[in-house]
């Protein structure tokens, strides 16, 4: 059985209708077992068009942000007892196609968690904030805020658990309770195309930006890890 047999991916939505069908589609030509589609309370076609492309959807009967979207997906993959799972942004920016690459670079590998990483797509205060946040958190990763992820066993149930649940920001909250739980992460190098329609939940606009980085300071400062990390710790880029 290949293990894309065993490979669940997790697509949050919100009014995503022009994206959302063709990711599902592609993602189910590779082989995966199946696709769930979390619609945050979209006031779109979302659902429907993810559901026609044959997608399950898991929709929510209120917005509740994107990592509650997330997680929602990991219970439900914890579930089904899914042996991978993929998280996928419905924007068009994660490319089906580095799928199978970023499974089997899991499965090969004795990390618990891939990650897509593309650092140049970011501006130039983009990384002006990654830099910020690689120093508050200790963070050997580069591109911090992807979401385009797999993990194994062992992180999806410790991300499907309670104590993961009061995250606000899937990306660096995400990455510290791995960190805290001394799971291994590699980086694999892709290519991002930009956002095909809409514009981000975090950096749409100044006021969210401001609010994210303060949040996301606080966070750091808290679980920032004392002393230097173990030498298996940081991750790993596999180009």
Known sequence: MSILDSTLVVIPALNEESTVGGIVRLALQLGVAEVVVIDDNSTDHTASIARAAGATVVSLSERLGAWPAIQTGFRYAVRRGARIVVTMDADGQHVADDLPRLISTLSTSSANVAIASCPERGSALRKIAWRWIRYITKLPINDITSGFRAYDRLA????????ASLLEYQDVGVLLIL?????SIVEVEVHMPSRQDGKSRIFGTWGTVVYYMLQTSILGAAKRPRGKLSSDQPARAIR
């Open 179 to 183: 960190q805290k739980s001394k799971l």
């Open 156 to 163: 999806i149930r410790r991300l499907a658990a309670w104590p």
